[in-house]
């Protein structure tokens, strides 16, 4: 069985991510979360977190997929184009301050790396959850959290392991400082 190492850098992006999704939630911003397949799952679940809890009952905290609305979804997909899904829904919600996390794990989804760019436009800070494979994202996110393995199953594994630990930081902090 592979396993995945983390390294002082790897552990410092996850906790720079928990940090830019902390103060934007302390300031009033939201949590924006997409991805395609898989990782649209892996974005509802960790809105999920966010929104019902992590590990106590508390105050519902701003987070939102944007994988769920079928009609947006398929009206941007019909009228425009798939690579835009996500981030025509950035460019209606996403304010300066919020987060807008898109999860790809080979790093080259057209529709996530577009909502990515479109969050920093609109001076949101933009993190993107990714794996070890061909990297074509530079320059589209703030924060990249690279799975450090080419194997899909392990990045995907992780990538939820990973969203558990920012979700849990991020709870910890706000609620209990």
């Known amino acids: 069985m592979e396993s995945i190492a983390a390294d002082e850098k790897f552990l410092g992006t996850i906790a720079d991510a928990a940090a830019a999704i902390l103060g934007s939630l302390r300031a009033g911003g939201r949590l924006y979360l997409l991805g395609c397949g898989g990782s649209a799952a892996d974005a509802q679940h960790i809105a999920a977190e966010f929104v ?9 905290l701003p987070a939102v997929a944007l994988t769920t609305d079928s ?3 398929t009206a ?3 009228d425009d184009s798939f690579d835009h ?4 829904q ?3 919600l996403a304010r300066k301050g919020d ?4 999860i790809s794990t ?3 989804s057209g529709s996530v790396l577009r909502a990515l760019r479109a969050g920093r436009k609109q001076g949101a800070k933009a993190i993107l959850l990714t794996g070890d494979l061909k990297e074509t994202f530079r320059g589209t996110a703030d924060l990249v959290i690279r799975v450090p393995s080419g194997s899909t199953p392990r990045i ?3 990538h939820i392991a990973i969203a558990h630990i920012i979700a849990t930081l991020v709870e910890r902090e706000y609620f209990h400082g």
């Open 52 to 60: 019902n809890r992590m590990h106590e009952t508390r105050k519902a």
């Open 71 to 73: 009609s947006v979804i």
């Open 76 to 78: 941007i997909g019909n």
């Open 85 to 88: 899904i996500f981030s025509r």
């Open 90 to 92: 950035v460019e209606a």
């Open 99 to 102: 987060v807008v996390m898109g």
């Open 106 to 108: 080979s790093g080259r």
């Open 156 to 158: 995907q594994e992780a």
